[in-house]
């Protein structure tokens, strides 16, 4: 079985300051992982995802996250953030390549401050 | 082309009613799976269908069940609702073909219990 500890809960960080969001998953098999976003009232959006190749993932709105397999960890970071990245951030991992259901972590709020 | 569409919005049932949510999948996607989120929590998974058939199935009672139809529209019923039914239920669709195969959020069903 898998599954997704996402450390920290709530992270507050100034405007134009570097974030980093933390997530390590747990499985007895190879996984694909992923970060979602989640801004108020509105569903689920794909910010990134690895499935092989290169351990470093560039994804949209200037954010990246490193794949570490010795160390189980999958962190999101972003060098600059601004107030619209107020959001939920779900870290998630997913069994293989199909469309096999989706295990998200419990989530961490990003709130910037101005 | 629109994206994965779910209807209502908003829902406010009373305990021991019955309640249908619906979702249309993007175009071109055959497999639909379904998530419950309650609050500030991430999603869990509830179930997938995929050739009118459910394929997976989450840990949740059998008061959940779904349908999917020949247009690959999907619903979600469930019986009996408790309180702790209150969440925000999203829908991901898939495309045909071969894999990675993305899963697609809808904006999510907020359904309250009273």
């Known amino acids: 079985a898998q599954s997704v500890t996402q450390l920290d809960s709530q992270v507050p960080v100034f405007e134009e300051a570097p974030v980093e969001l933390r997530c390590n998953y747990s499985s007895s098999v190879s996984v694909y992982l992923f970060w979602y976003v989640q801004y108020p009232n509105q569903g689920l959006q794909l910010l990134l995802k690895?499935?092989?190749?290169?351990?470093l993932v560039k994804g949209i709105n200037g954010f990246e996250a490193e794949f570490n397999k010795s160390q189980t960890s999958f962190h999101l970071r972003k060098p600059s953030v601004h107030i619209s990245d107020t959001a939920e951030y779900f870290c998630?991992?997913?069994?293989?390549?199909?469309?096999?259901?989706?295990?998200f972590g419990s989530g961490t709020r990003l709130s910037i401050r101005p | 082309d629109a994206g994965v569409t779910q209807s209502p919005t908003h829902l406010i049932k009373t305990r021991g009613q019955q309640v249908t949510l619906r979702c249309s999948p993007k175009?071109?996607?055959?497999?639909v799976s379904w998530y419950q989120q309650a609050l500030g929590q991430g999603p869990q998974f509830i179930f997938q269908?995929?050739?009118?058939?459910?394929?997976q199935r989450g840990n949740f009672p059998d008061r959940f069940s779904g349908h999917q139809f020949p247009n690959y529209s999907s619903e979600l019923n469930v019986n009996a609702l408790l309180l702790g039914d209150s969440a925000l239920y999203l829908c991901?669709?898939?495309?045909?073909?071969?894999?990675?195969?993305?899963?697609?959020f809808g904006p999510g069903t907020r359904l309250t219990v009273t």
């Open positions: 991901a669709s898939s495309p045909r073909g071969s894999a990675p195969r993305e899963q697609y």
């Open positions: 690895y499935l092989s190749g290169s351990t």
């Open positions: 175009s071109g996607h055959d497999t």
């Open positions: 998630a991992v997913r069994r293989d390549s199909s469309a096999s259901k989706i295990i």
């Open positions: 269908y995929y050739e009118e058939e459910e394929r």
